[in-house]
């Protein structure tokens, strides 16, 4: 340990006392929960002791965010090839990665689906979560199992929870109606829990409705009217409870997708994009109508995880990572009502990543701009964005992609969630350290960490989480959250 290791150490643990004693508006503030997202290959690549004494010394960190179930890169693996490793770990890209479940599955938990439940091959022989528990423990940091709606289209029993999209196709994703689908979250849920005395759960779903998905309203792929969904028949079923004319929906985001593919041919209407778009939403209201039924399907997935997650660890939290999407699209975020998500979260993780953001927002303003707001100029565009999500001190749509967000955006967007969390509710902005962006984008720097970190803790956040993996992150970036967490305390 060389000295500013050792200094390092000795913050920690002085600021771990601060915390206990600052008051705030005369109350006493809990202590903010530091915590980090990292997936298996960490462990592997460093050693399980190292990499939590990084966290520790470097981030300020108490919780660890581990990936136990995706097929996506996104929160597992290295470095995804195309962006520089970063100042730790193996120095190596690993591209044959593949996914799956990183602890370890149990059967008996999923026998009410046809999904079955996949050992990740990538490391077959390591068990994430039996490696960090124990060794978490016994540095008094917390261990949150964290997973996602990430599967391979090889994956076995998957075909059998597709979606059908609106031409009654399967659609290579899982509806979250299929029985399918929603008993192998629950046993997921209850295998983490009832195999692994972890410290609670975080599920995230990066999809939306057919409505956003046909007008490509995020900053995602392209906007895709033909293949949405969905139409299978515990939907139907659904529709049917809910008096929504399936019917009628068909027609509708049949005539949608002809809207969009016009506007792609640049014919624009003569009554101009917009209000040929809201024309159609009048003619069938029941595109609205489906949009929220795709939606309920998700929340109805939240409403049986928490319940089932509750039903066997009581004390333990449960929450969702809420889509990066919320910070773009006001389509998306009028979805994302903080208020109603209090009867079925313990906390939110919102993602608020400004660095990445920058580059993100400029692609959901090229989409939305090529269908909704096809009357605009991508710059006006940006600048009515700008208003209706109230962030008044971004950039340009010239200079978002290399400037970023602000940590002004996470500020806000922090106290905007913590004004509507309720007594109960927890709210921890997920933090950009080194999420990959193109080659001539925003990259991440102490300075931009310290911003986020100090926006999210001013703004009134419960904690914080360090995204969107540790594999990817450069120490000093860490580091400078964890003077930011520090600085807080003092
Ligand atoms: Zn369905």
């Known amino acids: 340990m060389d000295r500013r290791e050792f200094l390092e150490g000795a913050a920690v643990a002085v600021s771990s006392l601060l915390f206990e004693a600052v008051p705030l508006g005369g109350a006493q503030r809990a202590a903010p929960m530091i915590g980090i997202q990292a997936g298996a290959i960490s462990f592997l690549d460093e050693g399980t002791d190292k990499v939590l004494e990084n966290f520790q010394q470097l981030g300020a960190v108490d919780t660890v965010f581990l990936a136990t179930f995706t097929y996506g890169r996104g929160i597992a693996g290295r470095m995804p090839r195309g962006t520089p490793l970063p100042d730790h770990g193996k120095q190596e890209y690993d591209d044959n990665f593949h996914g799956g479940n990183f602890a370890t599955p149990h059967p008996q938990y999923y026998r009410g689906t046809m999904l079955q439940p996949e050992k990740a091959p990538d490391h077959p022989n390591y068990d994430v979560v039996a490696d960090v528990l124990p060794a978490a423990r016994q540095r008094k940091m917390k261990v949150i199992c964290w997973f996602e709606d990430v599967f391979g289209n090889d994956v076995p029993g998957i075909k059998d929870a597709f979606e059908v999209d609106v031409h009654g196709r399967s659609a290579a994703r899982v509806c979250y109606r299929n029985p399918n689908t929603r008993n192998f979250w629950l046993g997921l849920v209850e295998d983490h829990f009832r195999s692994y005395d972890v410290d609670g759960l975080m599920f995230g779903s990066e999809r939306q409705g ?12 392209d906007p895709s009217p033909a293949t949405v969904g969905c139409f299978c028949p515990h939907c139907l079923d659904a529709a049917k409870k809910e008096r929504v004319d399936a019917d009628r929906a068909r027609q509708g985001y049949l005539a949608l997708e002809t809207w969009v593919n016009g506007l792609k041919d640049a014919r624009k209407p003569i009554d101009g994009a917009f209000v040929t778009f809201w024309r159609l939403l009048v003619d069938y209201p029941e595109i609205l109508g489906w949009e929220r039924l795709w939606t309920e399907g998700l929340r109805d997935t939240y409403r049986a995880m928490y319940a089932k997650a509750h039903e066997i660890a009581a004390a333990k939290p449960m929450g969702w990572h809420i889509w990066h999407t919320n910070s773009f699209a006001p389509f998306y975020r009028a979805e994302q009502d903080y208020e109603k998500f209090q009867e079925y979260s313990d906390f939110l993780k919102v993602v608020m990543y400004n660095n990445s953001g920058g580059p993100r927002m400029a692609r959901y303003v090229r989409n939305v701009s090529r269908t909704v707001f096809a009357d605009l100029t991508p710059d006006a565009a940006l600048q009515l964005s700008y208003s209706l999500l109230q962030y008044p001190n971004e950039a340009s749509l010239a200079a978002i992609p290399t400037k970023g967000l602000s940590s002004d955006y996470v500020a ?79």
């Open 210 to 221: 057919p409505l956003n998905a046909a007008i490509g309203a995020s900053h995602g792929g």
């Open 412 to 490: 806000r967007e922090t106290k905007r969630a913590v004004a509507s969390a309720g007594a109960k509710m927890k709210i921890y902005p997920g933090i950009d350290i080194d999420i990959p962006t193109g080659t001539n984008e925003k990259k991440t720097t102490p300075d931009d960490v310290y911003g986020a970190v100090k926006g999210a803790l001013d703004g009134g956040a419960h904690g914080v989480i360090l995204s969107r993996k540790y594999s990817e992150m450069r120490l000093d970036n860490l580091r400078a959250a964890g003077k930011a967490v520090r600085d807080a305390a003092k």
